[in-house]
């Protein structure tokens, strides 16, 4: 059962316009959230995280908002670039024994920005 | 030094070959994670390390094998390994609990024949 849900395997968007990525969770447990941004054959590279006790954090262009009553986050790009074109991964950290995380990965949302 | 070096980039190897993957970061990052991820999915975590010692084994199979020499290196062992388990292995570090973020290496492509 997935505990982490990107439902959308793929958003296409105009240069300059909003990017709006979404994720779904199951596991009330997650207490770190986090997305990564993928290019073909490279490591995910970290964009933003987000404490399961806040509501919005904001890097630059990138917006991450959490509503926890929905288990839900998205991840706004606003202006949206060509550069931007890559699979965004939405991934949620779980502690084992209080000090030890494992990060659980959505599958991933494929990113296309046209000029 | 910001980033974790993976080594080879492509590795191709038959079934009772016996070969490693090495990992080395050098930011003092004292967590360093094994993921594997097949295509179209999601990174599965495999082994956990912290300060040195295992502390998570996903149930992973025992033809993969786990090593942490000292806290910059990370080697995964692989011996009579199947078809099934080619795939991007992904190696990961992170301060103590990577609440801001784990950085990965570029992965090593593996292809079993």
């Known amino acids: 059962d997935q505990q982490v849900k990107q439902n959308s395997p793929s958003l296409s968007v105009q240069e300059g316009r909003i990017s709006i990525l979404n994720c779904d969770y199951t596991?009330?447990?997650?207490?770190?959230f986090l997305w990564y941004k993928k290019y073909p054959a490279e490591g995910p590279t970290f964009l933003i995280s987000i404490s399961s006790i806040k509501d919005k954090n904001e890097d630059g262009r990138f917006t991450v908002f959490l509503n926890k009553s929905a288990k839900h986050l998205s991840l706004h790009i606003v202006p949206s670039q060509p550069g931007d074109s890559a699979v965004y991964f939405c991934a949620a950290r779980i502690l084992y024994g209080g000090s030890q995380g494992n990060l659980i990965f959505g599958k991933g949302t494929k990113l296309s920005v046209k000029p | 030094d910001t980033e974790v070096t993976q080594t080879p980039k492509h590795l191709v190897m038959g079934m009772t070959n016996k070969k490693s993957l090495k990992c080395e970061q050098h930011?003092?990052?004292?967590?360093m994670y094994w993921y594997k991820q097949k295509a179209k999915k999601p990174p599965e975590l495999m082994f956990v390390?912290?300060?040195?010692?295992?502390?998570i084994n996903e149930s992973v199979p025992s033809r993969f094998s786990p090593e942490c020499p000292n806290s910059s290196l990370l080697n995964l062992h692989l011996h009579a390994l199947q078809p099934e388990d080619s795939a991007l292995y992904l190696c990961?570090?992170?301060?103590?609990?990577?609440?801001?973020?784990?950085?990965f290496g570029s992965g090593t492509r593996l292809t079993v024949v």
């Open positions: 930011m003092g990052h004292r967590a």
């Open positions: 390390y912290s300060y040195e010692k295992l502390s």
């Open positions: 990961a570090s992170s301060q103590d609990t990577g609440a801001y973020g784990y950085t």
């Open positions: 596991n009330s447990m997650f207490d770190y």
